[in-house]
């Protein structure tokens, strides 16, 4: 998933506007008025994706930390799953920040947005990764 926008990049796509190529069926109607440009091919998009942007991608990890997440934590390991997702998230997109940004927030009764990682500041080592899972606990 975090290669993925690479391979986008990498992928041929459907050039439109040529002037040959096979005939774009979304303009028939132009090529019956005079329009010349009315064939597509497939070929490289020189559009800026994946590696080549130079604004990395913005990732909105919202987690329920509400008090059921604890109180049926014992019955079917809700919580704990919550938390192994959220460390894996974290620990995959740790060397990445040119390419991705992320934010971790949590939802509950309290509130619909506490904020447990804002985007641009996150956790550098183990020991604040483990910080953002008590806070999460803690809420």
């Known amino acids: 998933l975090i290669y993925l926008p690479y391979f986008q990049s990498q992928e041929r796509s459907w050039l439109r506007h040529q002037s040959t190529g096979e005939l774009d069926d979304g303009k028939i109607v132009d090529g019956a008025t005079g329009e010349r440009l009315i064939f597509k091919k497939r070929g490289e998009d020189d ?27 014992g019955q079917d390991g809700r919580l704990e799953r919550l938390l192994e997702c959220t460390m894996m998230v974290m620990e995959a997109l740790d060397g990445f920040s040119n390419k991705f940004t992320y934010s971790l927030v949590g939802h509950s009764g309290d509130g619909p947005d506490i904020m447990f990682v804002p985007f641009g500041a996150p956790p550098q080592n183990r020991k604040e990764r483990l910080q953002v899972l008590q806070k999460m606990v803690a809420h």
Not at 49 to 71: A, N, Q, T
């Open 47 to 73: 559009s800026p994706i994946g590696p080549e942007s130079d604004k990395p991608k913005r990732l909105l990890f919202c987690m329920d930390v509400s008090g059921s997440m604890y109180r049926f934590n």
